[in-house]
């Protein structure tokens, strides 16, 4: 084993990803850079310049468009034994990836790993410290409803984060799923075909890759210790229907039986109607306190 990275990146030629290959190119471990790209996408010669540059840094086309897809096709592209799947909005150094390497390189099975993800844009407190309240809630309602349905997969609540997200603990934890915009795993047991059935933007991803991996033997970690950046804002847990639907149906094709299967359309369900009350109880709340004023 030569213990390197092969990178892939899905990307859609973001100008912060010409920023991503300059940090990509610092980190000795990271011997390839696979960038695959739509069907007919142009590489821009601004976004791209470094790109040409460097003789370890691959530039693609993939058959079908799509982040899934794309990150397939770099797949079968990699020769190195670990494999980084990142975003292309996503800034790393090469410690954070010397970190994770280490990690894995030192236990006795498979397993894959992330860091953490640090949010640039702007971000509202009042509306972070409600969305907590919120999603404190849904777990412990999970917790109940869960009891019929042993080593349930995930929780419904955790739309963005795994389990482990907000703890202070300085060691990867093993979490039952990780977050999909920086994972680092063996390069044998990335996916050489799609584990994502659906067409455009890729809501809950990382829970269809999290469950592949699994079920291949992986076992999943997120470090708390280190980290890498994105520009975006602080993503939105406001009640995304899209997301939740494709959620479900993830949990609904792994019910066995009968009575996991009543207990997850009891979950499903409860969420709904909580969610909805919830939205309704806020909504109502703001037009008092507008009327009041």
């Known amino acids: ?81 670990y494999l980084l799947f990142i975003d292309d909005d996503i800034s790393i150094t090469p410690n954070t990836i010397d970190t994770m390497l280490n990690f894995l390189l030192n236990l006795p099975g498979p397993a894959a790993i ?12 009042k509306h972070e410290f409600r969305v907590d309240f919120f999603l404190i809630i849904l777990k412990y309602i999970d917790r109940v409803l869960t009891l019929g349905v042993p ?42 075909e799609s584990y994502y059935n659906f067409s455009g933007k890729a809501y809950a991803e990382d829970i269809y890759l999290s469950h592949f991996l699994q079920s291949a033997g992986v076992s999943l970690y997120y470090d708390n210790s280190v980290y890498c950046n994105t520009h975006h804002d602080v993503i939105s847990y406001e009640f995304n229907h899209r997301l939740f639907a494709r959620l479900a149906i993830y949990q609904l094709s792994l019910a066995n039986g009968g009575v996991t299967l009543f207990f997850l359309l009891v979950r499903i369900s409860s969420h709904l109607i909580l969610v909805f009350s919830v939205l309704l109880i806020l909504r109502l709340t703001r037009r008092l306190r507008i009327k009041a004023s």
């Open 151 to 192: 080593n349930a997969p995930c929780s419904l609540s955790y739309f963005h984060h795994p389990f482990a997200v907000h703890s202070n603990n300085s060691n990867p934890s093993s979490v039952d799923w990780l977050p999909g915009g920086c994972i680092l795993m063996p390069r044998r047991y990335a996916p050489m």
């Open 1 to 81: 084993m030569n213990n390197t990275v092969s990178v892939v990146c899905a990307s859609i030629g973001r100008p912060s990803l010409h920023d991503l290959i300059d940090n990509l190119a610092r980190c000795d471990v990271v011997d390839e850079i696979i960038i695959v790209l739509p069907p007919k996408e142009c590489c821009d010669s601004n976004n791209f310049k470094i790109a040409f540059t460097l003789g370890h840094v691959r530039i693609f086309n993939s058959h079908v468009q799509g982040q899934v897809q794309q990150r397939v096709f770099g797949v079968r592209q990699a020769t190195k034994d």
């Open 114 to 125: 992330a860091p953490k993800i640090k949010f640039s844009g702007a971000t509202n407190t």
